[in-house]
């Protein structure tokens, strides 16, 4: 090789540090990428067609060569980190939605409870039967000496109120439930992906969730808080005694 000639790894790791400058846009590296293969295009020898040895322009079809490849290469680099950015803003996103939802929750089910809890006060003190999944029966006593059409219509009444607000509360919670379930990935088994990628990510995000473990009352959505707060302990475990 002649002086100052330069080597062609080192060549292509200069292409490679001038296409993968800021400035340089995806449009020039494409359209420098086109200009490169249509150049390659012109000099490829037809069949039947004269080729002199060592082919047209030999050292300008060497760094045509090297152009394209570097130029191939940081594109498929640009568009590696595109779809590493769009997955961690999905990922972001998906926390984001799952948490809004459970902290949603939270704010809106004293206000449920606050409703239920009245209206089976009211039920109770007038002497009837309030069950937990808000029906509303008579008892004995109401119907000594009672005008047992106008305590059936009362009945009727409360039950209607009772059974509505507590579906209402279980909405709340089932709908949540479900939601924080798709926006994770939470699965049968296993840590949930989303978990697992937030935590490779570097990002904990355990304590909203432990927040939200403390302040649910006994709920499929309380379960769920606390197995999320498990698996992301398992998941931090899992990262830190990955090798290196």
Same mark, same amino acid.
């Given at each position: 090789?002649?002086?100052?000639?330069?080597?062609?790894?080192?060549?292509?790791?200069?292409?490679l540090r001038a296409f993968r400058h800021s400035a340089v846009s995806r449009d020039q590296l494409r359209d420098l990428l086109d200009a490169v293969n249509g150049f390659l295009d012109t000099i490829t020898p037809k069949?039947?067609?004269?080729? =002199?040895?060592?082919?047209?322009?030999?050292?300008?079809?060497?760094?045509?060569?090297?152009?394209?490849?570097?130029?191939?290469?940081?594109?498929?680099?640009?568009?590696?980190?595109?779809?590493?950015?769009?997955?961690?803003?999905?990922?972001?996103?998906?926390?984001?939605?799952?948490?809004?939802?459970?902290?949603?929750?939270?704010?809106?089910? =004293?206000?449920?409870?606050?409703?239920?809890?009245?209206?089976?006060?009211?039920?109770?003190?007038?002497?009837?039967?309030?069950?937990?999944?808000?029906?509303?029966?008579?008892?004995?006593?109401?119907?000594?000496?009672?005008?047992?059409?106008?305590?059936?219509?009362?009945?009727?009444?409360?039950?209607?109120?009772?059974?509505?607000?507590?579906?209402?509360?279980?909405?709340?919670?089932?709908?949540?439930?479900?939601?924080?379930?798709?926006?994770?990935?939470?699965?049968?088994?296993?840590?949930?992906?989303?978990?697992?990628?937030?935590?490779?990510?570097?990002?904990?995000?355990s304590e909203p969730f432990e927040f939200a473990a403390h302040h649910l009352p006994d709920c499929e959505l309380r379960d769920l808080m606390v197995q999320l707060v498990t698996d992301i302990e398992l998941a931090r475990?899992?990262?830190?005694?990955? =090798?290196?």
């Open positions: 090789m002649s002086d100052g000639e330069v080597e062609p790894a080192e060549a292509h790791e200069q292409y069949e039947g067609e004269y080729v =002199p040895s060592g082919g047209w322009a030999p050292e300008s079809t060497a760094m045509a060569f090297q152009i394209g490849r570097a130029v191939e290469q940081v594109l498929s680099e640009r568009e590696d980190a595109e779809r590493e950015l769009v997955r961690r803003r999905d990922i972001r996103d998906r926390l984001v939605a799952a948490l809004d939802a459970v902290l949603d929750c939270l704010r809106t089910l =004293p206000e449920l409870a606050d409703a239920e809890v009245s209206l089976g006060t009211t039920a109770v003190n007038e002497g009837f039967q309030v069950f937990d999944d808000g029906s509303v029966r008579t008892t004995t006593a109401q119907e000594v000496d009672a005008d047992l059409g106008a305590l059936e219509a009362r009945r009727i009444e409360l039950d209607e109120q009772m059974t509505a607000a507590v579906s209402q509360r279980n909405d709340l919670i089932d709908d949540t439930s479900d939601l924080v379930r798709e926006r994770l990935g939470v699965a049968d088994v296993g840590i949930p992906w989303v978990i697992l990628a937030a935590t490779r990510g570097g990002l904990d995000v475990s899992l990262e830190d005694g990955a =090798p290196e």
